[in-house]
């Protein structure tokens, strides 16, 4: 049995979904009941946890096999990162008490480096849990594509596009969705004696203004990319509600400026099948539906 965290999400659920299909047995790891509900119909137990409480984590993981852990994203953490910190303190334990016979942590491209950014957060957990005695994998996908859902409305509105990933014409190592949780769902079953990494990037990398003329190919229309100017940020990123935008600010200029990378680079990392072109289509119609 194969406990999956993070499964209402994209990720989560493609990895739900592959195990499924391969006839495994999969336990939906869920924070209320109502969200688990369409999982069960799907065949899976389901089991009520938050990524904070050591209890309820480790009644969730007993049995497993394997366990996917996917933490939900906080784009506000305080200055100390103490709620990666707590997560990291109830992991640790709930994994300790469950022991199951592997582990696939989703992490992030950029866990090792130095310089504080948004990203910490993933280093911090690894380190909270890489001396259990269990065999860990810690999967670090690059930028996801599915960002670039935020671009739709502004090339759909105006044409223009504001970006923060500078320059514009910049590689950026993306990956899909699908991809992330396809190799997930593989490593899952695939049997390791000990900690390792594992880094995953799309095809091939993608510029803000690939971005940009795709989006056109795609609604049928010109759009431009256009860049948001580093010293309005803090005011910027202040006014839309966020508390501590540093993390932030510091992760975009680790893309920009080059120190967020794969540990071992850009050879050093398998690649996906999705390129970005079917992602912003997905993206777009899923965008038209809601409308």
């Not at 592997?102 to 504080?116: D, F, H, K, N």
């Not at 860990?136 to 960002?147: D, G, S, V």
């Not at 993306?174 to 769902?185: E, N, Q, S």
């Amino acid at each position: 049995m194969y406990a999956i965290t993070g499964v209402t999400g994209k990720v989560g659920g493609v990895v739900a979904r592959a195990l499924l299909a391969d006839g495994q047995s999969v336990r939906a790891v869920v924070r209320n009941a109502d969200k688990g509900q369409v999982w069960r119909e799907q065949g899976c137990a389901v089991a009520l946890a938050t990524i904070e409480d050591a209890a309820s984590l480790s009644a969730a993981f007993q049995g497993a096999e394997a366990v996917f852990v996917l933490v939900p994203p906080n784009f506000d953490p305080s200055p100390e990162f103490s709620d990666a910190r707590e997560t990291g303190k109830a992991l640790h334990c709930a994994l300790a008490a469950a022991r199951p016979k592997r582990v696939v942590y989703l992490s992030t491209i950029g866990a090792q480096a130095r310089e504080m950014n948004l990203l910490t957060q993933h280093s911090i957990i690894e380190r909270a849990i890489n001396d259990l005695p269990i065999p860990i994998t810690f999967l670090r996908p690059a930028w996801f594509m599915e960002n670039c859902h935020w671009d739709v409305a502004p090339a759909r509105e105006t044409g223009v596009v504001p970006s923060f990933l500078q320059p514009l014409d910049k590689p950026v190592p993306m990956v899909a969705a699908a991809d992330i949780g396809k190799l997930a769902a593989e490593l899952l079953r695939e049997k390791c004696e000990d900690y390792r990494v594992i880094e995953l990037e799309g095809p091939t990398r993608v510029t803000p203004n690939q971005v940009a003329t795709t989006l056109a190919k795609l609604l049928g229309k010109a759009v431009r990319m256009k860049v948001v100017p580093r010293e309005s940020w803090d005011a910027l990123f202040r006014s839309q509600g966020t508390k501590n935008p540093i993390p932030r600010m510091r992760m975009l200029d680790g893309f920009n400026e080059g120190w967020i990378e794969f540990e071992r680079g850009k050879a050093g990392s398998k690649k996906g099948s999705t390129r970005l072109e079917a992602v912003l289509k997905s993206v777009i119609e899923e965008e038209s539906t809601n409308m």
